[in-house]
């Protein structure tokens, strides 16, 4: 601001100092015209001139001054807005996007080296004056007749996408924006969108082939689980059936093995059933609605009590606990967090399980707090990756999946989900949902 000031006021000086000059000049040249037409004497007539010349000099000196100071205020003003149009220019000029100016008849009466080199022109100067129609095929010259200029016209501007035509005659996407400048000009600015096309079309078409290879991989896994099933269904039926038909002849090591092979198989078919609820969940619909989380905790620690009574818990829910999501997979997550802090404080004299929420800068988070078996930091990565165990696989059952559900549960939610732990002290998991 102070260099502008300081412009100013030097020009001003420049002005004021041409004009006297100018009005020195014709002075002394009309002195000089009229000493020697009258035949009078030059220096009398420059020096000491008559009163009523004196008037008429003075008035048109006064004229003469103020008409070159106006003359000479619009020369810098002219040079001013020359020095800003080469600067704007240049800047123009070393855009990277396509800039064009478009005069009312569609002509261009400026362009830039990088509109020049979108369109396969090896000069800016090719361009200038030839019409918009150049650049563009016949149908997409009737979108800009029929649909972009006149919303150009109604808002003043248009942005969007359209596909240009080079000198050779090969089209490519491209983003364009339009604004109106003034009446009679409207610049456009090019970009050339054919990396970014290329690249949404290869992911569209990974997205193709990822989503055939799971819908394959689904019915490969429906197959093979049901097939595990039928095999798992004759191996436990043939094994109570020999337990039946042969108890009083088999030995006790025997019956032993036949419980053996019961429980594998009731353990087998555990963890086929939790592989399908994991596989689906990626592919489930997510129907959204308010779920009392609150009314789900205090349900699920019923039915866990109703299952083991012999066990003194004490749940601990939180009230008016609401969120919005798929009230069938927030129970699913909720009951595997829930049925681990059940299921590991199973060695707890006084159990403590409890489900609540803390507002961390206004968000939400929900929590799950026993005060069982707990577990190392260093291992909390590895709680949510399918088939790991921590604990004791013959102390603590289970088919090491629950976590890894509830994660994808979470996920699906918009939502994360971490847990903390201290050895002997217990384990705190948190999620969020969105």
Sequence with gaps: ???????????????????????????????????????ENVY????????????????SLSVLFLFSAYVLNLLLKRRRLEEALVKYQAGMDVSIDGIAILNNDGECVY???????????????????????????????????????????RNGEWRGEAVGMKRQGTVFPQEIS???MDDKHTICIVRD?????????????????LSATNRDLESFSYSLTHDMRNYLTRSSSAAQLLQENCQGTL?????????????????????INDMLVLSRLSQSEIRREMVDLSGMGRSIAAELSMAEPERMVQFVVAPELVAEGDSHLLKIALGNLLGNAWKYTRKVPETRVEFGMVDRNGKKEFFVRDNGLGFEMKDADRLFEPFQRLQNAKEFPGTG????????IIQRHGGEVWGEGDPGKGAVFYFTLQ
């Excluded at 030097?10 to 009258?38: E, H």
């Excluded at 009398?44 to 008035?59: C, D, H, Q, T, Y």
């Excluded at 969108?193 to 082939?209: H, M, S, V």
């Excluded at 999946?401 to 994808?408: E, K, N, P, Y």
Aim: some cysteine; hydrophobic content about 40%; aromatic content about 8%.
């Design 44 to 59: 009398r007539k420059i020096f000491f001139p008559g009163s009523r010349e004196i008037a008429v000099n003075l008035a």
């Design 178 to 180: 339009l604004s109106r």
């Design 111 to 153: 362009v830039n080296s990088s509109c020049a080199r979108l369109y396969g022109y090896d000069s800016h100067r090719e361009l200038t004056g030839r019409s918009w129609l150049s650049f563009y095929g016949d149908g997409e010259a009737k979108r800009f007749n029929g649909e972009i200029f006149p919303s150009v016209s």
């Design 1 to 39: 601001m102070a260099r502008r000031e300081t412009l100013l006021k030097s020009d001003q000086r420049r002005i004021l100092f041409i004009g006297l000059g100018f009005v020195a000049m014709a002075y002394l040249l009309n002195c000089i015209i009229d000493a020697s037409v009258n035949g």
């Design 251 to 271: 030995g006790e090591n025997d019956l032993h093995l036949v419980r053996v092979i019961c429980d594998a198989n009731q353990g087998m078919e555990e963890l």
């Design 193 to 209: 969108i054919t990396r970014r096309k290329n690249f949404e079309e290869e992911l569209e078409r990974k997205a193709r082939e």
């Design 401 to 408: 999946i629950g976590l890894a559900t509830v994660q994808r």
